[in-house]
């Protein structure tokens, strides 16, 4: 689960990024390419009506898959387990009471 919220935050983020670009912090933009002047063509307020809703979306989105992977991502305060099983110890070979000749 934790690898489709990872996948759906960078999809978000590529969106995201995608939309701002598409805007102009000056009110041109994608609206002003399509009609020249911001009141004359209906579509330009709509285009533009749309990408901020698309950013505000998108942010919300993002924000709210973030939060989400919290409960994904394991603890850390859990006791770390060993990577690998230890062998028992080897008991030293038991010496024979009487000696061979």
Do not use: Y
């Not at 307020?45 to 989105?61: M, S, Y």
């Not at 994904?72 to 110890?89: D, G, K, M, R, Y």
């Amino acid at each position: 689960m934790l690898v489709v919220l990872t996948i759906l935050i960078t999809i978000a983020c590529i969106l995201l990024t995608l939309v701002v670009l598409i805007q102009n912090p000056k009110g041109g933009g994608l609206g002003a390419s399509f009609g020249g002047f911001n009141n004359q063509v209906m579509g330009v307020q709509r285009t533009t009506d749309f990408l901020e809703k698309a950013t505000w979306t998108l942010a919300i989105v993002l924000i709210a898959f973030s939060l989400l992977t919290k409960f994904f991502v394991p603890s850390s305060t859990a006791p770390a387990e060993p990577a690998a099983v230890e062998a028992p110890a080897q008991q030293p070979a038991q010496q024979p009471s009487e000696p061979l000749n």
